[in-house]
């Protein structure tokens, strides 16, 4: 047996008798997800049993350093445990923009003091983060941000509003861009700091949204008092990290054109609630809006494998992420509309059984932010116009 | 298997590309149309191609081919979608050679796929009795003899057949319209007596033609698999076909694209260049990300094809309907931001939309394949 193969055993007898039967279904619309951190409460013991024996065994990171806690795994590896945790339909045991976003990037520009301090409670689920990116007057245009960090001699005070805050209410730390150099050309005076959210100083107030849920809050910061030692990178350099951390960002939300395993497609839905006669959907436009929708998210999850395939060969153009997120997030916005029209005037039921709360208007309603989220999908035509095609 | 192509099937598209590129530029087809050539291709190219060994690509090699697969193949048939090559690649080394290797008998399979190889025959197929494609409703008859069958009837959008050395038929010998069983195939010389064919010349300028079979009288062994049972083979075919045509149409949409991109940083207007134009920037982009979706569906149809995958029929329809959606959208924003230039029949982008119009119809437009992609999945 190869040592892989040795892996995969291994990997299976663990997955066997570590992850609990209730968490092998998968997590639809977030339904069941776990994101951890200090105020978590957790559905159930096994939620919290999943999350904890993931944690220990660094698997919530499964390819970070062992010398921060996480798995260690190589790519193969990786792979092979991704595949088992599939075969059992493993659900995921910590959702975390601690290991999406700010890990990766203390990981390749932070001090090792700051990977020692925060990532390992992030693999261990005992710290939640959150983004303080956007303000009430940079939202396309981040780099023309203005809370501002002063240096006060052995720490910063930050003054300012941010808004967008995915989850700011629930989160325990920030990562935030602020200027601490009003002078210089825009991109170049800004900074990337790090601070625990209960300082004082720190209030953040939910904002509801048109589909009637709150995941995003405004942030004000009065007076908060940053450590000279939080700061990630070299001061006035945060710019780099941040267009590195959209990155990641739109590789996130361009996902969303994915239709996640254990969900119907639109084609079951459309025949389940439509009928068929010999074979063809009872409505013939709503036959072809679906065939249509379908095609097109079949080719987008082709281009998904395809450009993580040829990075894996070293081939392809690379820089693909706001293409993703562009086409991903439109085709989500499709998706969901055409979902509506299925599911008729009973999806329109705001409250209720029925419509299971107004699970479908309300996802509909939330969709419409995907092509807004970590820029917009004008932004990433512009990225694409200038980056990929040198049109100036 | 990765989405990728490997260093052999990279090769080949290198070769393929420098070779089309000198030998057969869109001027070459221009001065095929001006000439008023008879066949709507050049034979001396042929013959080259042919020496390369293109013709024998997806000749098993019992039968002195290269069994290099579909993946290969269509390589060359993007590039010469790019370059707007008419040849007889298509007609014969793809849809002749498939049809054949998987209906043929033996003897069959040893003279005729070995004939193909060295390029000593060529093959059209005939199909279409209507002005849209639809093969289960094939009515030409198909009468069986003492020693043979008769067969009547009428063909249409014979791509090659006006050139080709032997048609294979699809007619019916048993059954009613729209049943799959009772269609059979059959080999017939395109010179028999009781055929007639009347060219037609099509908007791309290549060879296709209307063939009507009157009495014809073929023996026992012109029938190419069993009787009645030909659908299956034909269909496969047919898949084959369209997952290259949908090559061909990657490789006309990328050049549209990569033409007018470069007329866009060269063209000025209002004093700028038009490519710093958002309005246009927004509109290239999207065009951009939808020829990254076709990328994708075409490697994969012909993957699928090389390894036998039952879920085939699903991908070709996949992409031969998304082809053809983005071979149109990429065929009219090239002329729309050409301008008035793009109008013109001496530049040479207007060329494309030529071609890519019969491409996108032959075996299938848009709508048929999306139909038959939402069947396929039970809708």
Known sequence: ????????????????????????????????????????????????????????????????????????????????????????????????????????????FGSEELKQ??????????IRWCQGYSEPNAGSDLAGLQSKAVDMGDHFIAN??????????KADWMFCLLRTD??????????????????????????????????????????????????VGDVNQGWTIAKYLLTHEREMIGGMGLTGAGSKTLGKIAAQTIGTTDGRLNDLFMRTDVARWEIDAAAFALTVERVTDEAKAGQGIGATSAMLKYYGTELN???????????????????????????????????????????????????????????? | MALVLNEEQQMLKESAQGFLSEHAPVAELRAQRDAGSDTGYSSTLWGQMVNMGWAAILVPEEYGGLAFGHVGMAQIVEQSGRTLTASPLLSTAILGVTAINLAGSEDQKT????????????????????????????????????DGYVLNGE?????????????????????????????????????????????????????????????????????????????????????????????????IAQESFDRTLQYMKERKQFGALIGSFQALQHRTAHWWSEIEMCKSVVLKVLQSLDEGDVKSPAFVSIAKAKLCEVAELSTNEAIQLHGGIGMTDEYEIGFFIKRARPAQMLFGDYNYHANRFALISGY
């Open chain 1, 182 to 231: 009003p002078e210089a050309k825009k991109q170049s005076g800004i900074s990337l700091m790090l601070f625990d959210m209960e300082t004082p100083g720190v209030t953040p107030k939910p904002i509801k949204l048109i589909s009637g849920s709150s995941p995003f809050c405004e942030t004000f910061l009065d007076d908060v008092r940053v450590e000279k030692d939080q700061v």
């Open chain 1, 160 to 169: 300012g509003q941010k808004v967008w805050t995915s989850y700011g209410d």
């Open chain 1, 117 to 126: 301090q925060h990532l390992p409670p992030i693999i261990r689920g005992e």
């Open chain 1, 333 to 392: 916005k499709r998706r969901f509309e055409t979902l509506l029209k299925i599911g008729g005037s009973d999806d329109l039921i705001w409250e209720g059984d029925v419509s299971n709360n107004g699970w479908t208007a309300r996802t509909l309603l939330r969709t419409k932010g995907n092509s807004i989220e970590g820029g917009t999908s004008e932004v990433q035509l512009n990225i694409i116009a200038k980056n990929i095609l040198g049109l100036g």
């Open chain 2, 155 to 251: 063909k249409r959008f014979v791509v090659d057949g006006s050139t080709a050395d032997k048609l294979i038929v699809a007619t019916r010998t048993s059954g009613s319209l729209g049943d799959m069983k009772g269609i059979s195939l059959f080999l017939v010389d395109r010179t028999a007596p009781g055929v007639n064919v009347q060219r037609t010349q099509m908007l791309d300028g290549r060879n296709a033609a209307i063939i009507t079979f009157k009495d014809v009288e073929v023996t026992a062994d012109a029938l190419l698999g069993q009787q009645d049972r030909g659908f299956r083979a034909l269909s496969a075919t047919l898949d084959a076909g369209n997952a290259h045509l949908a090559a061909e149409l990657l490789g």
């Open chain 2, 111 to 146: 003279e005729l796929l070995g004939a193909i190889a060295g390029g000593e025959l060529t093959i059209a197929l005939a199909v279409d009795e209507k002005i849209h494609h639809d093969p289960m409703q094939t009515a030409m008859s198909g009468e069986a003899t003492d």
């Open chain 1, 1 to 108: 047996m190869s040592d892989l193969e040795v892996f995969r055993q291994e990997t299976r007898e663990w997955l066997e008798e570590n992850c609990p039967p209730s968490m092998r279904s998968p997590v639809i619309a977030g339904e069941g997800a776990c994101w951890g951190g200090r105020n978590w409460i957790f559905e159930s013991e096994d939620q919290q049993l999943w999350m904890e024996r993931m944690g220990a065994k660094g698997w919530t990171a499964p390819d970070w350093p062992t010398e921060y806690g996480g798995g260690g795994l190589v790519k193969a590896e990786h792979k092979v445990l991704k595949e088992e945790m599939g075969r059992i339909r493993a659900r995921s045991p910590l959702d975390s923009f601690g290991i999406w976003m700010i890990g990766p990037a203390l990981l390749k």
